[in-house]
């Protein structure tokens, strides 16, 4: 065999090593997952689920800081506890847009939940309006509760411990 045949054979195994990896890797963060349950879902007209955000802000339970303003975290950092399921509660909508999807609330709360803010505070700091419209429930493995608001871009958390978070 020449030295040519013997080199793309050896790069073949090199890149056949690395997808072998990346599959293992992908398997084992698809297994630690926090599931998302949309079964008992209802849906709405706006309305209910901003009285609960409201509720949460008027409430002024803020814990202490728990990254500098330049850290990135993400919402299960924040919760403050292992999340061993959310289970979306209610979704809302205006009278001119249809109910929404089992499927695309589960994808507005997975993007939420995986994404990295950079910024909390303990009231609504924001000038634009939020038009929260999903509510969901974090259970935590210990058996406390949480709560996770959001829009898709703005969420209203309150953690392991009771305080209410606001980020964006």
Known sequence: MSRAGV??????????????AHAQEASKMKETKTPIDTSGMTTGEFGQI???????EDAKSCGQRKWGESTPFSLEQLAGG??????????????ISPAPKPEEVR???????????????????????????IEAE?????????????DG???ALQDHDGHNWFVR
């Open 138 to 150: 974090l259970e935590f493995e210990d058996g406390k509760k949480g709560v996770l608001i959001t």
């Open 50 to 56: 901003v009285t609960k955000a409201r509720a949460m």
């Open 7 to 20: 080199c793309t054979i050896g790069v073949a195994i090199v890149f056949l090593i690395v997808e072998i």
């Open 107 to 133: 994808a507005t709360v997975e993007k939420m939940w995986s994404r990295k803010f950079g910024w909390m505070a303990c009231q609504i700091e924001w000038d634009e309006g939020a038009l929260w419209s």
């Open 153 to 155: 871009w703005h969420v």
């Open 82 to 95: 292992k999340v061993k399921r959310i289970r979306v509660v209610r979704a809302e909508t205006y009278k």
